[in-house]
């Protein structure tokens, strides 16, 4: 499908030295990166349904266990 968007001349001119770069057409780039920010966002749905349904939970698991659970986790940003 075709479609015109508007956009700063700044935002434009970077977006055609990166499809340059990267060897692909102004159309695929700004394809790619629209999928790219839909699924970030329909992921962030999910986590929020996801969040919901276990917030209301209650939480009776040992204090102990909640630690050692954490630490072997990591601190990883999902």
């Known amino acids: ?14 977006a055609n030295v990166l499809a340059q770069r990267m060897g692909v057409s102004r159309s695929q780039l700004f394809a790619t990166a629209v999928a790219e920010f839909v699924a970030k966002h329909q992921s962030r749905k999910v986590t929020e349904r996801l969040d919901r349904v276990h917030g209301a939970e209650q ?9 050692a ?9 999902w």
């Open 1 to 14: 499908m075709k479609t015109a968007i508007s956009l700063p001349d700044e935002l434009f001119k970077s």
């Open 59 to 67: 939480d009776n698991l040992d204090p102990a266990l909640r630690l």
């Open 69 to 77: 659970q954490g630490k072997s986790v990591g601190h990883d940003t």
